[in-house]
């Protein structure tokens, strides 16, 4: 059983081959941490994964159905109601408070607006964010700003949580607690990770690693 | 283990193990010549290298070395099995990279299964952390910031394999 798979995808930006014929497959409820050197296609392959870029060539399946067939629309309904997203500069929206970022994707996904706050609400403290609900992006932390962005990837129960450099922009003890919150909610609401990472210590959080190299993936070889 | 390593490469005279032994592996203080002898002597005793065919002439410079069945397969597992994940290892990984790479032996697959044996020890003392007091997280830290710097020379060494392999092979 396999909850997300691509199978020899190649993308290529222009003449620049991004991957040439990466295949991965992860279980569900499986926490997958992509490493490998910068420029290697880490990033291109988590949105080939979320349905984000369409491959050249190669199939993207997940829950058991293709995806890179989609329309741009239909992935993009996948994307709302069936991922969640946390990038490395938490990107939450400046206008609104810590609680209505959290809230967005239920806001996105149709849930009226007094539903989806007292469904964020919780996750203020389950995080170590009480007291924060009403502060806008510029008046929180680095740490605090990717908490709430994660709590933003989860708060719709979706069944894969993707995650790209999370903790790039953290120190090192504020990127374990972001690593820490991240491993025990996807594991409570039994939500498939993949995770792109340079860091080997925050790759050790993951249940599995692969490299990737010049495009490819490797899985690793352990003796 | 070197000198048995430079051995599985040709056989081999005193001087010129010790020779190669300072360029690349002695890191600026040179192996005197009693422990080359003493390590050969050792070899010899323990039926892993046997001397080779005596030149004429006097003195230890005359006996060739050569490796025998049971030390080129003391020397192949030592090199093909990654080294226990603990930190500083730096220059048990470097001596096998640059004998691997004097062999023409798949030194990028063995620092591949390095990394997993790293990679895989990082993940205990990860998970040892958490939920583990906060004396075992510090432990564990330790062991993970140096298994970490390890890293950085693995994946930095595998980027420069081929500079490596031009300066080691002469
Ligand atoms: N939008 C883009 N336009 C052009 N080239 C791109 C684009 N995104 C990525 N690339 C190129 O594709 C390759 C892989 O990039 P990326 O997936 O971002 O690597 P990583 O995340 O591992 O650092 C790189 O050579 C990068 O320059
Ligand atoms: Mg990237």
Not at chain 1, 54 to 81: K, N, Y
Not at chain 1, 133 to 150: I, M, P, T, W
Request: negative net charge.
């Amino acid at each position: 059983m396999k909850a997300i798979e691509a199978r020899d995808v190649a993308l290529s930006f222009g003449e620049t081959p991004a991957l040439r014929g990466a295949s991965i497959s992860v279980a569900p409820g499986e926490i997958v941490a992509i490493m490998g050197p910068s420029g290697s296609g880490k990033s291109t392959l988590l949105h080939c994964l979320a349905g984000i870029l369409v491959p050249d060539a190669g199939e993207i399946h997940f829950d058991g159905h293709r995806i890179d067939t989609l329309s741009e629309q239909q992935r993009s309904i996948l994307r709302r109601d069936q991922f969640g997203f946390v990038f490395q500069f938490g990107q939450l929206v400046p206008e609104l408070t810590a609680e209505e970022n959290v809230a967005l994707p239920l806001l996105l996904g149709g849930v009226k607006r007094a539903a989806a706050l007292n469904q964020a609400r919780p996750w203020f403290e389950r995080l170590g964010l009480g007291g924060l609900e009403g502060r806008r992006s510029g008046e929180l932390s680095g740490g605090q700003a990717q908490r709430v962005a994660l709590a933003r990837g989860l708060v719709a129960r979706p069944g894969a949580l993707f995650a790209d450099e999370p903790t790039g922009a953290l120190d090192s003890l504020t990127g374990e607690q972001v690593m820490d919150l991240l491993v025990a909610s996807a594991r409570e609401q039994g939500t498939t990770v993949v995770l792109v990472t340079h860091e080997a210590r925050v790759a050790a959080y993951a249940d599995r690693q692969v490299i990737v190299r010049d495009g490819k993936v490797n899985a690793l070889v352990h003796s | 283990m070197t000198l048995l390593g430079l051995l599985e490469r040709e056989p081999s005279h005193g001087y010129d193990l010790k020779r190669d032994y300072d360029t690349f592996f002695s890191r600026g203080k040179s192996l005197p010549f009693g422990q080359v002898y003493a390590t050969l002597g050792r070899l010899v005793r323990d039926g892993k290298i046997v001397v080779g065919e005596i030149e004429p002439g006097v003195g230890p410079e005359r006996k060739r070395y050569v490796i025998t069945d049971r030390g080129a397969t003391e020397f192949e597992s030592w090199l093909t099995e990654p080294v226990q994940a603990e930190p500083n290892l730096q220059t048990v990984l470097f001596t096998k990279v640059v004998l691997a790479l004097m062999l023409d032996r798949p030194a990028e697959e063995y620092l591949d299964t390095q990394r997993a044996t790293h990679l895989r020890r990082m993940k205990e003392l990860t998970d040892i952390k958490r939920g583990g007091n906060l004396v075992d997280v510090m432990l564990a830290d330790h062991g993970l910031f140096h298994l970490e710097a390890d890293l950085h020379w693995i994946d930095t060494t595998a980027a420069r394999l081929d500079a490596l392999r031009t300066v080691v092979k002469g």
